[in-house]
């Protein structure tokens, strides 16, 4: 074969099926006599489809992972070859690199046993495989993808086949023996055991996975019987006490799992102790969620009762619910220490995706260290009110015994918070309040303890900053609600001074929830997962009542009437309708949650005359007015107010007519074009018909023409 050296020379290949493979392409040798490459030229939009084919191999099915990526802007390069790239992407096997195992030595394929005691067990996802290739976006034409295919085979470095039905050595001793098991399966056959699901389901589950790749077989069930019955037994045998002492315990683990650990910093005279976990998996949900979208932060969990509190950074996943993607156990929250652990965690997500970047960051505490948090992710900042919402309501319904008295109270407080755009003094509106219920002793008393001396701190904040909406603030009391009842259970009230236990229930059974409700919507399977999950949130649950089951009190507006959708003899009443401090008498409200029936009543009241919009709606009216509220004579910070507030009105605009669209095409189509840059069309060599998106579109620097109107498949329909 003779080998090319100009791209130009590589003929384009667009194979007709829906899928394909490296099989169903022409190779070509790419470089020079001493070093050359085999690749091939398809159109950058079919590049999921090959990466698909190649995953549905059927001597070594796998999926890819992306190792290493890169990216450039259009207009970066000023003088550059045909092959240089606008997109960097290095694809490898999912069963590769080598494995370094607990134990420290590498664990290569054999077919003898070492007889150590205490050899490290080689997980069956990670068997050397060295077949990777390379996707390369070209810059001088964005519109096409080189494929550099590095190493085609699915082998290791002593050249045996290590995964798939072809591979019989590769695990071990009794490799012939033992059926095929992927890394998924494992993952989901021990969320099951963790979570307390029955052996008789994970055993049926388990020999569903396993038989995709061995057949139904006798043996292969028994075998797997076998194989789930010692793994049940080794997860309820195993014990967060690595050691009797806390910290030798807690080094231990970080050492056993180095790859789950992003930032440790073990106590000393000069620093405080601080444990930053993130799993492989949370990883990839941060950087496929987080990425172009809201971050949100829960502060400081089990401050009085954990040994260390826990802050928890979350992203909003495809049903907007709030997915822990990275914990961190510490009790300083100084603005250093937090710097630390913060850039660690940016950068690991940053050398798997160089341009990750958040668009939004949701707080829930008003003394977080906002400045630092603008430098390092330089976004726009949100906060919620569930945490303020929650301690009030808890704290009324458990030291006020009327119920009357209860939302009197919780009416009174939400009208102070609704006052902070009205002008009211709020010092003395706090005065009237606590004397208006001076009788209500206990309430009074914890309030005048632990809000009236920052109350100001909070009002602050809620003023300076857009407040985020009753969906998002549902979905971060959900996470807070689930840690709560995953921790905080009585038996284990023993143990909550110790770390190792923290991190075991983090690792664990909370890690193991969510991975298998996120596997049971994507997969659609395990049902009552699946809906057990989506109505996890009180949004969810609202959306599940009829609008005909709500009843509104048109004459006062004082309150509504839900019923119930279990039993239609009983009727919730919310009073205060359309606010956030609205009070229902369910049992649900009751525990200080925002309840399903009061965000019904608010969806309803939203769009009705004579009832006030939620205090989301009034901070983003705010902002607005902010920027166009200035004084006459200062004619340039007019304008720019202006011109600040017609861009944000018309990137609205759009995003409204994008989401009650049925025809994408029609929406872009009557967008306007515009030039990426004068020197970018002007100077030799570079591609004249440029065009990019407006401003407010995250594809503006990665928008091309495309051959063909296909449907494209995701990669996540294969996990």
Known sequence: MAIVESVGKIPLQDPPEEEFCAADLTWTK??????????????????????????????????????????????????????????????????????????????????????????????????????????????????????????????????????????????GPGAKKIPYICNEIQQQTMSMIYLGIPEENI???????????????????????????????????????????????????????????????????????????????????????????????DSTFGVKRLKYPLFTLLVFDSRQHALPVAWVITRSFAKPDVSKWLKALIDRARSVEPGWKVSGFLIDDAAAEIDLLRDIFCCPFLFSLWRVRRSWLRNIVKKCNNIEVQREIFKHLGTIVYSIWGGINTSLALEQFMLDFVDQTAFMEYFKASWLPKLEMWLSTMRNFPLASQEASGALEAYHVKLKAKLFDDSHLGALQRVDWLVHKLTTELHSSYWLDRYADESDSFQNVKEKYIASTSWHRALQIPNYAVTLDDKDHLFAKVVSQKDSSLTHLVWNPASEFAFCDCSWSMQGNLCKHVIKVNMICENLKGYQPSLSFRSFEEVLMDLWRKPVDDSFALDLSLAWTHQMLDQIQKLVQLNNSTDIGTVVNNMPLKWVSKKGRTHIGKPSSSLALPHGSSNAKSVVVHKKNRKRKRLSRLR
């Open 30 to 171: 790419f470089g020079n006599a001493e070093h050359h490459d085999e690749v091939a030229l398809i159109p950058y939009d079919r590049v999921d489809a090959f990466i698909i084919g190649e995953c549905s191999n059927v001597e070594c099915p796998t999926r890819f992972h992306i190792e290493r990526g890169r990216k450039r802007t259009i207009g970066s390069l000023k003088e550059y070859k045909d092959d240089e790239y606008l997109e960097y992407r290095l694809y490898w096997c999912s069963f590769g690199p080598e494995n370094y195992g607990e134990g420290g030595g590498i664990l290569p394929s054999r077919r003898y046993r070492l007889n150590t005691r205490n050899r490290a067990a080689r997980p069956q996802s990670m068997r050397g495989c060295t077949c990777h290739f390379v996707v390369k976006r070209l810059y001088a034409r964005p519109s096409l993808a080189l494929i550099i295919y590095n190493e085609r085979r699915h082998i290791n470095k002593s050249g045996f086949i290590c995964h798939g039905p072809l591979d019989r050595d590769a695990i």
């Open 203 to 297: 055993l049926e589950k388990h020999i569903e996975g396993i038989q995709r790749y061995c057949g139904s077989d006798a043996k292969v069930s028994s075998l797997a019987s076998q194989y789930v019955h010692k793994l049940g037994m080794i997860i309820k045998r195993s014990t967060h006490e690595l050691d009797l002492d806390d910290q030798a315990s807690i080094r231990m683990w970080i050492e056993r799992n180095r790859k789950s650990v992003f930032f440790h910093q073990d106590t000393s005279e000069s620093d405080p102790f601080i444990l930053g976990i993130q799993t492989e998996w949370q990883l990839q949900q941060m950087i496929r969620f987080g990425h172009r979208s809201v971050v949100a932060a």
